[in-house]
């Protein structure tokens, strides 16, 4: 079986920027949700979607969106960059209620 | 609200065991798990607790109660590879996961 896939690895975007990073789920696992890091913090959720439908959601403002494709593949957008987005954006997914499986995730810097 | 609490940093030698707590506040409570996290490196998956009790899965052990929002994690027979940061993570309502800020563990030969 494949694991969770993201990305890109690294990206540097400039403040006010628009981004989208890519997440490829484990196979058959229908529900992923994504989290972003600040360094030395642990992982905050930011949304998670079930059958491409968003079901849950953190503290984070609209400009944090997302997509759930069929075949199992999810993307994060995020509009009008800020200094304080610079973090590791991981996503992860899973079964029903099994464990997550985590990506290696995205490290986003924004200048 | 929901929080969790848990020491910034545990050390300790190889061979030795060693317990990382957390504490959580939440008004919904569907489980607390445990997560290891490597530099660099995603979160894996160690242990969950649903009801109250010990977990064990190998080296590893968790324990959960309920009556006192409190766990913790148990790591024996420490290796240098257990050098990691460890979270536990709140299952609170719609589905979602709460991370404490996690807990760095270094491991000395």
């Known amino acids: 079986e494949t694991g969770v896939t993201q990305s890109p690895t690294h990206l540097i975007k400039t403040r006010g920027q628009q981004v989208t990073l890519r997440c490829s789920s484990q196979?058959?696992?229908?529900?992923v949700s994504w989290y972003q890091q600040a360094l030395g913090q642990g992982p905050q959720f930011i949304f998670q979607?079930?059958?491409?439908?968003?079901?849950g959601r953190g503290n984070f403002p609209p400009r944090f969106s997302g997509l759930q494709f069929p075949n199992y593949s999810s993307e994060l957008n995020v509009n009008a960059l800020e200094l304080d987005d610079s973090a590791l954006y991981l996503c992860?997914?899973?079964?029903?209620?099994?464990?997550?499986?985590f990506g290696n995730g995205t490290r986003l810097t924004v200048t | 609200g929901q929080s969790l609490e848990q020491p910034s940093e545990v050390t300790a030698v190889e061979g030795a065991i060693v317990q990382i707590n957390c504490t959580y506040q939440?008004?919904?409570?569907?489980?607390l798990s445990w997560y290891q996290q490597h530099d660099g490196g995603a979160p894996t998956f160690l242990s969950y607790n649903g009801l109250d009790g010990l977990e064990e899965t190998g080296r590893f052990s968790s324990f959960l109660s309920r009556s006192d929002s409190y766990g913790y994690l148990l790591l024996q027979e420490l290796q240098m590879k257990d050098s990691a940061s460890y979270f536990c993570v709140l299952k609170g309502g719609a589905d979602k996961l709460i991370f404490g800020t996690g807990t760095r563990l270094q491991v000395f030969p």
């Open positions: 939440t008004s919904g409570f569907y489980g």
């Open positions: 979607y079930y059958r491409e439908e968003e079901n």
């Open positions: 196979s058959g696992h229908n529900t």
């Open positions: 992860a997914s899973r079964q029903g209620d099994s464990p997550l499986h």
